[in-house]
C-alpha cells in the first residue's frame, strides 16, 4: 500500500550555510525544491506530525517516539546511493532519562544512545527504526550474535523469560537455514501499547507492538494463549530476515518507493512465514503438539469462514495486495482471501504432500532450505515462476 507520508509534513523550510531563509517550493505531493541562488550547502527542515500508532509509522508524545526512516527522511536527488550520517539529539528536560535503541551502526553516541549513527546509502537509512523513550532491555545470544528485546511502555512483563524463550526460537531458526546467519546482530524493538498488534521486517530489527497482556507475567511458568501471539509474532517477523528481506522476489530489486511494485509471489513469502511462525513454537519445545493443532485448527477456520476464497487466487491475492487486502471494505470476505492465511494452509498442504510422496525423507524444510541457497544467500532475485 502506497502510505503517503508526505501527507504529515506540516512545514518545510530551508536554510543556506550562513543561516539566511531559502525559498522552499512544493513541486509535486511528495517533492520539495529549495532555491539557493549562490549553491553551496543547504539545511532542509521538516516539521513532522507523529501520532500513527503502528509498526510502520512515527510517534511522538510526552513519554516515549519510535519512527521509521520513510516517514521522516527526505531523499535529496540523485543522491540515493550516498552515504548518511544521523545525528539524534537529546530532547529536553523532563525527558532526559529516555534512552535510544535501534540496529543501526552508531558512530559516537552516549551511554543514552543519543548521538551519530551512520548508514550505507539511504534505503539503510530506511531500514533502520528507531525507538526512543525509558526502556527495559534483555540481552541473549544466538548462532554466536548478540540479540536483544527492547521495550518501551508501561507492563508489568517478565523480560527475562521472553529472552529465554525468544533464544530458543532464534537458534532454532538459525539451525533451520544455517549457520552463520547472514547478520552479526539484531534486536526487537517492541512497543506495548493497551491493545494493539502488528509487526514489520528489517534486516537487523524487527519492530513488534502488542497489548501488554501478551507478556508473560513474573511467577507464570505457562505458554499462555495470549502470550504465544506475542511469541509467534517475533517468531514470524524474524523468519523474514532470511524469507523477504534477503530471499525476495525479483520484482522488488531495486525497489521502487514512490510507486506500486507488483509481484504474485506475496503468499510465497508470507504464506511460508504464517505457517512456519507456530512451526518454530512447536520446534523449540515452547508449546506442545496439541497446542500447536489447536492453532492449526484455528487457522482452517479462518480461512474456511470467507468465501472469498473461490473467487480470488493466491497468486492474484498477492497482485491485488495495493489496493485490496490493505483497503479493505464490507465486502472484501466474499471477493478476496489473505495470502498470509490461505498461503499458510496451502504451505500446511505441501508440506503434508511432499512427506507423503517422498515418505517423510523430505518436507516444505527440504525447499524453503533450497529457495534461500539458490536465491537469498546469492543475492538473487526471485522471477515470478522461481518457487515452483
Not at 523480560?159 to 539484531?186: H, M, N, S, W
Not at 537487523?204 to 507475567?217: E, I, K, Q, V, W
Not at 469462514?305 to 483497503?327: C, N, T, V
Amino acid at each position: 500500500m502506497l502510505r503517503e507520508y508526505a501527507r504529515h509534513v506540516v512545514k518545510a523550510e530551508a536554510l543556506d550555510a550562513s543561516g539566511k531563509p531559502l525559498a522552499v517550493e512544493k513541486v509535486a505531493h511528495n517533492v520539495w525544491r529549495c532555491h539557493a541562488p549562490g549553491g553551496g550547502h543547504v539545511t532542509l527542515r521538516l516539521s513532522v506530525y507523529a501520532l500513527d500508532q503502528s509498526v510502520r509509522g512515527a510517534w511522538l508524545d510526552t513519554r516515549q517516539a519510535w519512527f521509521n526512516g520513510p516517514c521522516l527522511f527526505a531523499l535529496p536527488k540523485n543522491h540515493a546511493d550516498a552515504d548518511i550520517r544521523l545525528t539524534i539529539e537529546v530532547p529536553q528536560a523532563p525527558l532526559d532519562a529516555w534512552q535510544v535503541a535501534t540496529a543501526m551502526t552508531p558512530l559516537e553516541t552516549d551511554a543514552n544512545g543519543f548521538g551519530q549513527y551512520s548508514a550505507a546509502d539511504y534505503n539503510e537509512l530506511l531500514d533502520h527504526p528507531v525507538l526512543i523513550g525509558q526502556l527495559d532491555r534483555v540481552d541473549f545470544a544466538c548462532g554466536g550474535v548478540p540479540h536483544s528485546v527492547v521495550v518501551v511502555g508501561a507492563h508489568d512483563g517478565n523480560l527475562e523469560r521472553v529472552g529465554k524463550d525468544l533464544q530458543r526460537i532464534c537458534t532454532a531458526q538459525i539451525e533451520f537455514f544455517g549457520q552463520p546467519p547472514p547478520f552479526d546482530r539484531y534486536q526487537f524493538l517492541c512497543v506495548v501499547v493497551a491493545d494493539g498488534y502488528g509487526g514489520l521486517e528489517h534486516r537487523y530489527s524487527s519492530m513488534l507492538m502488542f497489548a501488554r497482556r501478551n507478556l508473560p507475567y513474573p511467577g507464570a511458568d505457562d505458554v499462555a494463549k495470549d502470550y504465544q501471539r506475542m511469541l509467534s509474532l517475533a517468531s514470524h517477523e524474524y523468519f523474514h530476515t532470511w524469507h523477504v528481506k534477503r530471499t525476495m522476489p525479483a520484482a522488488f530489486m531495486p525497489y521502487r518507493l514512490t510507486e506500486r511494485n507488483f509481484t504474485r509471489l506475496l503468499w510465497v513469502f508470507e504464506g511460508i512465514t504464517s505457517y512456519y511462525q507456530d512451526r518454530f513454537l512447536l520446534r523449540s519445545g515452547l508449546i506442545d503438539e496439541q497446542t500447536y493443532l489447536n492453532r492449526l485448527a484455528e487457522l482452517i477456520s479462518n480461512v474456511l469462514r470467507m468465501p472469498g476464497r473461490h473467487l480470488q487466487s493466491l497468486a492474484e491475492s498477492s497482485f491485488d495486495a495495493w489496493d485490496k487486502l490493505y483497503k479493505p471494505n464490507e465486502n472484501s470476505p466474499n471477493a478476496g482471501i489473505s495470502y498470509y492465511s490461505k498461503g499458510a494452509l496451502v504451505s500446511l498442504a505441501l508440506d503434508l504432500e511432499i512427506r507423503r510422496r517422498r515418505n517423510s525423507e523430505m518436507s516444505l524444510d527440504t525447499v524453503v532450505q533450497a529457495f534461500w541457497r539458490e536465491f537469498g544467500a546469492q543475492d538473487i532475485g526471485v522471477p515470478e515462476d522461481g518457487f515452483e
